[in-house]
């Protein structure tokens, strides 16, 4: 249903993910793979849908850690990216949040109107346990990022496809013990200056970057201005990094006008997704963030956005 009202609502291109429970019978593919990929490709075209992201990862725990194991996971990210270059597919956004991902204390919060929205408190989890792994520093997260580059950047530069960075969600070290690095401005321009390719390049959810700065529209000039930014999670938030909740696209507390401004400013001409959003009534809210309705309201509100700040 989400795909035809999405094309309904005039979306061309799509974000997709990694064809994981797609097998082929008889096969031994991976999600990683040529076939899979192509399949998800034709999947989304049929639907009338341009492929642009990827946005799952292959499983990079060991990798991020330095553990034993982890060489063959940047293999499978280096075939990830190969394959999404024979396949037109030009940008993969990863991230390196080891243990766990985007972390909420409460999926039902309430918002407008008896919508729900997620939210994160630190104080909630200051007695949560460490991790199965333990703590980790974020020095030994930039020694294993660094490599991570080392290997993959020369693979995604033969096959034209950007590596985009997602912060950390919350952009806070550390949490249960585990060091975050993408969490500032400063740590992003760190990440630039590990390799300099134009590969090397970031995504800008404005959720977690909201959090990590009073000037939202500036940062995206900034990186903008070196051609830096290749996807934008167009999302926003209420709150400090310690304790936040998400909100509808037009109330929250960024300036959602100037940053759409900022992006016109700097020619970006890639994809710009709503992200999170409400669960309104009628909806579902399983997949809290995610729901469907929320997200036509707010691909509406960008469209509104952009033809009045692009003229169309």
């Avoid at 797609?22 to 991976?30: A, M, S």
């Avoid at 700065?213 to 934008?232: E, H, M």
Wanted: hydrophobic share 35%; net charge negative.
């Amino acid at each position: 249903m989400l795909w035809k009202l999405s094309k309904q609502a005039g979306i061309d291109y799509a974000v997709g993910g990694l064809p994981f429970g797609d097998k082929f019978v008889g096969t031994d593919e991976l999600p990683w793979d040529y076939m899979p990929l192509l399949r998800i490709r034709e999947r989304y075209e049929n639907a009338g849908f341009k492929l642009e992201v990827i946005e799952s990862r292959p499983p990079m725990n060991k990798a991020k850690r330095g553990l034993p194991g982890g060489e063959a996971e940047i293999d499978t990210v280096c075939t990830l990216i190969e394959n999404m270059g024979r396949l037109g597919i030009p940008v993969y956004c990863y991230e390196w949040m080891t243990d766990f991902n985007w972390m909420r204390t409460s999926t039902n919060t309430p918002s407008r109107g008896g919508s729900v929205v997620t939210s994160f408190d630190n104080s909630l989890i200051k007695d949560a346990p460490p991790t199965e792994h333990g703590p980790i520093s974020e020095e030994k997260l930039w020694e294993t990022l660094a490599h991570f580059l080392q290997r993959v950047l020369p693979v995604a530069e033969k096959w034209n496809v950007k590596l985009s960075m997602h912060p950390d969600d919350p952009p806070l070290s550390p949490i249960r013990g585990v060091g975050r690095i993408m969490r500032s401005v400063e740590n992003y321009e760190r990440l630039l200056s590990l390799a300099d390719s134009p590969m090397n390049t970031i995504t800008l959810c404005q959720g977690n970057f909201t959090l990590m700065t009073d000037d939202l529209p500036g940062v995206i000039r900034k990186f903008g201005a070196k051609q830096k930014i290749s996807f934008v999670h167009f999302r926003d938030v209420r709150g400090t990094p310690e304790k936040f909740e998400e909100t509808w696209h037009d109330e929250g507390k960024t300036n959602m006008l100037a940053c759409m401004q900022a992006y016109k400013d700097i020619g970006f001409d890639g994809v710009l997704r709503p992200d999170h959003v409400p669960t309104v009534e009628g909806d579902s809210n399983e997949n809290a963030g995610y729901s469907a309705f929320g997200r036509l309201y707010a691909i509406g509100y960008i469209r509104g956005l952009r033809e009045g700040v692009y003229g169309r």
